[in-house]
């Protein structure tokens, strides 16, 4: 049952869960709370790119609950990665605050380098995982899936934008641009333009949430001036922020007529803020999820895998038991989670 599965991350993100109605949690933008928010994200990721294998086999969504399970996913749809491009902007601004020059001559070995390394890592095992399946990939295909422009059964878009981020941000802050309002601006200008060309040549899904990147920079900028503001009226803010996310949500969600996805960037980074708002509130810190946020890496690269076993040797089961399907492929790949630590290359 397809609902069952929403339901386990629902009753995740309950456990422990904490509020606090008198003013701000302190720790809302913590590593412990946004690995957390990042758990409850991947493991809907995990569900919902499981999808992508059953479809093609045949499986009808006609059971207790799977109409309701596709509702939810179409509301979602690509706001579940929204949050990660929002906290790698934050993080990446809150390093630079505190390390200065020193953090920026190492994005391309630490950030670009070390992504992109253990990520080609991957797509070894991929190359090799379809040659023994007998998958079709072509020699261009297996190459150009090295820099993530194209895929060969993995995941790739979110690394290649996330590497794009990186160089952006690398750009940057290299000039020498002392007003941070002058240095956001450019932030957002590069992406953009990142969003403009690959507009030309990828699914929408590629840009369409891009600009929460430099969003996310941008708030950690501004966080000191953003909390005093709201500490003293945080009730109003809040209600100010849903007044304008649900009808842009309504009217942009779905506009397949905008050509570069500018309303779907709207859409993204309003729902941004409107979690880092609730989190404010609600603290969700938990073990569970804090542990699948810190393995977000591992398990977003290697979820496929199992996937891509079951799918070609056990078909039967992606339609018969999908739940099953999916709890199978959930825990292997948190298995490889768990022990990518041996194989992790750190530069």
């Not at 995990?46 to 939810?72: E, K, M, T």
């Not at 491009?85 to 953090?103: D, N, R």
């Not at 290697?302 to 040797?313: C, T």
């Amino acid at each position: 049952m397809l609902l069952a599965l929403l339901l386990v991350v629902f009753a995740l993100c309950l456990y422990g869960i904490r509020l606090n109605l008198k003013g701000i949690n302190g720790d809302y933008l913590s590593r412990d709370c946004t690995n957390s928010i990042k758990g409850i994200f991947i493991l809907l990721i995990v569900i919902s790119h499981a999808q992508q294998y059953i479809r093609p086999g045949g499986y009808a969504y006609d059971r207790a609950g799977d109409s309701l399970f596709l509702f939810c996913y179409y509301l979602l749809n690509q706001l579940v990665v929204v949050m990660f491009l929002f906290y790698s902007g934050y993080g990446v601004g809150e390093a630079f605050k505190h390390k200065g020059s020193s953090y920026v001559q190492a994005i391309p070995r630490h950030r670009i380098l070390g992504t992109l390394v253990n990520f080609d890592i991957a797509v070894l095992v991929y190359i090799a995982l379809s040659l023994l399946l007998g998958l079709p990939i072509t020699f261009k295909q297996s190459l150009l899936s090295f820099t993530g422009w194209e895929g060969v059964g993995n995941s790739n878009w979110y690394i290649f934008v996330i590497l794009l981020c990186y160089l952006v941000t690398y750009i940057v802050l290299r000039l020498p641009i002392t007003k941070r309002s002058l240095r956001c601006a450019l932030m957002f200008a590069l992406c953009a333009v990142c969003l403009f060309v690959l507009s030309f040549y990828k699914k929408d899904c590629w840009f369409n949430t891009i600009l929460c990147y430099p969003l996310g920079f941008l708030y950690s900028a501004y966080k000191d001036s953003i909390e005093a503001h709201v500490k003293r009226s945080y009730w109003i803010y809040a209600a100010a922020l849903l007044a304008v996310f649900v009808p842009v949500y309504v009217l942009l969600h779905n506009c397949e007529a905008d050509r570069f996805q500018l309303g779907y960037n709207l859409v993204s980074m309003l729902f941004a803020l409107v979690l880092v708002m609730l989190t404010m509130k609600v603290r969700i810190n938990n073990k569970p999820l804090r542990w699948a946020g810190a393995h977000l890496f591992p398990i977003y690269i290697y979820m496929r895998v199992p996937m891509i076993i079951m799918w070609n040797r056990t078909p039967d089961l992606l339609v018969t038991h999908f739940a099953l399907y999916v709890v199978i492929c959930m825990i292997v790949t948190l298995i490889i989670a768990h022990f990518y630590k041996y194989w992790e290359v750190k530069l």
